[in-house]
């Protein structure tokens, strides 16, 4: 079991300067950190990756699908072909972080809507640019894990149901579905009841609260999401996704409007034990 934490709480773009950040994260115990993908040259995340290395502390990549005529879903095939070499870029950077998951909603751009729910047309699509971006993958030895949303942020896939069919889809051995506490609250009848159907299909896990702050300081009942995943004998990433107001334009786009905590200290300490613990009582 890897413990990690996302460090878009602070950046879109980590650089030198986010260092000692990721330092203080080593100290409190994690295993790793997940860098944000979402600009920059592969180059950038060479030299970034040697630097984790050499610190001792390993790596998961995250990026969306930005738009802008890039889309897995899109009837156009020039926009999947551009989806697929954007969906290359986010498997090059992550490997060069030394990443083994490059995980997001990269099926669809966010707050795309067509008002209704995906067509089996759209599912094809994805499917096959999905297929193709984890044969890529392939080659660094990375996985693939899609992440469904809530239904205010895409329409392709909201549940956990919707996200293993596309894996089975999909076919490959080295694409899976990230599992999100905050979107299958909104969701799933039963957050933790989908964990032993979908197991096989789970690639990766997000751990973040009802409202994206301080994990444990809501509602959502993390320990039987911890015992289902133990349960079912998943060992990859357990890694908290948490959103500040820090940066405006992140604020804007996971809809942040208030403060959610003190002290990002408060996030990553109280995050860390909440894993931690959790997984050490789980039952297996």
């Not at 009837?75 to 998951?101: P, V």
Request: proline share 5%; hydrophobic share 40%.
């Amino acid at each position: 079991m890897k413990l990690g934490f996302n460090l878009l709480l602070w950046t879109s773009h980590v650089t030198d300067a986010h260092w000692p950040i990721i330092e203080r994260l080593k100290a409190t115990g994690y295993d790793g950190v997940e860098i944000p993908l979402f600009e920059g040259e592969v180059s950038h995340y060479e030299a970034l990756g040697k630097r984790l290395a050499a610190a001792g502390i390993a790596t998961s990549g995250i990026g969306v699908m930005p738009g802008d005529g890039k889309s897995a879903v899109s009837s156009d095939a020039a926009e999947r072909a551009a989806a697929l070499e954007h969906l290359k870029w986010l498997i090059d950077c992550t490997a060069a972080i030394g990443g083994d998951i490059c995980a997001g909603p990269f099926h669809q751009p966010l707050g795309e809507f067509t008002g209704a729910g995906p067509t089996e047309d759209e599912l094809a699509y994805c499917a096959d640019v999905h297929r193709a971006a984890a044969e890529h993958a392939r080659q660094y030895d990375i996985t693939l894990a899609v992440e469904p949303l809530n239904r205010f942020e895409c329409y392709v896939l909201n549940t956990a149901t919707q996200a293993a069919d596309l894996v089975r889809r999909v076919g490959a051995d080295n694409y899976g579905y990230l599992y999100d506490t905050f979107h299958f609250n909104i969701e799933e009848n039963d957050i933790a009841g989908v964990i032993p159907k979908t197991i096989a299909e789970i690639s990766h896990v997000h751990i973040s609260e009802n409202n994206r702050g301080v994990p444990g300081a809501g509602h959502i009942q993390f320990q039987p999401v911890f015992d289902a995943l133990k349960s079912a004998g998943y060992d990859g990433w357990l890694t908290i996704e948490a959103f500040g107001s820090a940066l405006p334009d992140l604020a804007a786009a996971t809809r942040i409007w208030r403060p959610l905590f003190t002290d990002p200290t408060d996030v990553y300490e109280k995050g860390f034990a909440l894993m931690r613990d959790g997984w050490d009582n789980a039952r297996a």
